[in-house]
């Protein structure tokens, strides 16, 4: 797995993968309330859901940033190098059919899983990819939500903003853990972190 190398100290993103979800529209308010940008890393084939592709032009609509978590979720690190290149182009069609054309593409690999072939391929059509350094495995339902808040409070009494920087990752089909979000802001902005948009210079993998 490719490392993750931090750059601009002092900041987090939030992040949120595996969407469209039934719970998109609360995340949408919460961010909202709370002035965050989100990057939403998505599996191209929701969107062929009406619905779905609605509630992504919302997204777009809001000021978020839509990114590409492949067509179909699959490792990729074990697929062939065409069938990688067809889950990038399939899910950025339905993509660039919300949003346009990014000016920076976002990407995520499914499972934090890519080998050096698939850099290759994301370089050469202009993708950054992103990891994470904060998860707390909200997809484990075994883990409460309680368990998540405490993990975060952990995180952040020990957090230090003139050395580190931070992406944070979440999924919305978790409910309990989307509500979160104005508690974890205030956790990093007291601790003395800025919550910024995801970008290209913050956290990528190399």
């Not at 990752?169 to 509500?179: A, F, K, M, V, Y």
Request: proline share 3%; hydrophobic share 40%; charged share 25%.
């Amino acid at each position: 797995m490719a490392s993750v190398s931090t750059g601009s100290v002092g900041t987090i993103a939030f992040t949120f993968d595996d969407g469209i979800s039934k719970n998109t529209a609360r995340l949408l308010d919460i961010l909202g309330k709370e002035g965050i940008v989100g990057t939403f890393f998505i599996i191209g084939d929701s969107l062929n859901i009406k619905k779905n592709f609605e509630m992504a032009q919302d997204i777009h609509k809001e000021g978020h940033i839509l990114a590409n978590h492949t067509w179909s979720h699959p490792n990729i690190t074990k697929i062939t190098e065409d069938e990688f290149k067809k889950e990038l182009s399939h899910c950025e069609f339905l993509l660039e059919k919300v949003r346009g054309k990014a000016e920076h593409r976002f990407f995520r690999p499914p499972y934090g899983a890519i080998n050096k072939i698939n850099a290759g391929i994301l370089r050469e059509r202009d993708y950054t990819s992103f990891l994470w350094n904060i998860d707390m495995n909200d997809w484990d339902l075994k883990r409460t939500k309680q368990q998540i808040h405490d993990d975060y409070v952990k995180l952040f009494s020990t957090a230090n903003p003139l050395k580190q920087s931070f992406i944070s990752l979440q999924h919305d089909r978790r409910l309990d853990s989307i509500e979160l979000i104005p508690e974890i802001a205030k956790l990093a902005k007291d601790k003395g972190f800025k919550i910024v948009p995801l970008e290209a210079p913050l956290v990528s993998v190399v």
